[in-house]
């Protein structure tokens, strides 16, 4: 199994920056994709980015040239660099992980980190 431990989010003024990182640990085959999603109170969870295992990478169209998704692959780590945060991006950020194990994919989840942005 995979454990997905995010750290990062907090507080900060609209226009300030936060740097989200989210490790995976356990019984590791081979992670594929790895994302972040967002969910904000009253509304459904969306994706936020992603990033494949050769570094491709999308996002959604509210965070374009804001967010930027990275990948330490040696440290099974993902990474979201968020600048001129909005009021808007307040949310619960999950980051996610594709593991493929013995020809199945496996998708698991961090236990969410909250970001608040304040206007």
């Known amino acids: 199994q995979v454990q997905l431990v995010e750290s990062g989010g907090g507080l900060v003024q609209a226009g300030g920056s936060l740097r989200l990182s989210c490790a995976a640990s356990?019984?590791?085959?081979?992670?594929?994709?790895m994302g972040w999603y967002r969910q904000a109170p009253g509304k459904q969870r969306e994706l936020v980015a992603v990033?494949?295992?050769?570094?491709?990478?999308n996002y959604a169209d509210s965070v374009k040239g804001r967010f930027t998704i990275s990948r330490d692959n040696a440290k099974n780590t993902v990474y979201l660099q968020m600048n001129s945060l909005k009021p808007e991006d307040t949310a619960v950020y999950f980051c996610?992980?594709?593991?493929?194990?013995?020809?199945?994919?496996?998708?698991?989840w961090g236990q969410g980190t909250q970001v608040t942005v304040s206007s």
């Open positions: 356990g019984s590791i085959f081979s992670i594929t994709t």
């Open positions: 996610n992980v594709d593991e493929l194990r013995h020809g199945e994919f496996h998708r698991y």
């Open positions: 990033i494949t295992s050769v570094g491709s990478t």
